[in-house]
């Protein structure tokens, strides 16, 4: 078996979360065009939006489906467009994904607005 088959599911959430604070830390303070100029931060981020998605592959969908305030769908299409350079990805969709709602602290980590547990009620 592999190690990824082996891994417990709750570990790919913690893993999640970590990414989404890099990605917050990679582009905190910078617009878009600091962001693409950046190199390293643009590539850094790049990156952990790649784990992110692929991370989020690895939770049963019975936990997905229970959690539904977590947009699931939307983090792994993410991963696959990224991996997949589906129609070429361009700048502005790079910029509009690290402001995106599920890359935050408060989406990954506790509650949101209404109270709904995320990630964390989920471990």
Request: net charge neutral; charged share 20%.
């Amino acid at each position: 078996m592999s190690d990824s088959a082996q891994r417990e599911w709750r570990f790919y959430l913690d893993d999640m979360i970590g990414f989404a604070e890099k990605v917050i830390a990679y582009t905190h303070g910078l617009d878009q065009t600091g962001f693409v100029a950046s190199g390293l931060n643009y590539d850094a981020t790049v990156r952990n939006l790649e784990l992110i998605g692929e991370s989020a592959t690895h939770v049963p969908d019975s936990v997905r489906s229970a959690n539904l305030q977590i947009p699931w769908r939307l983090i792994i299409a993410t991963r696959n467009r990224q991996i997949h350079g589906y129609l070429g990805i361009d700048n502005d969709t790079f910029s509009a994904w690290c402001r995106a709602k599920w890359i935050t602290a408060s989406t990954l980590t506790g509650s949101n607005s209404h109270g709904a547990a995320s990630t964390k009620a989920m471990r």
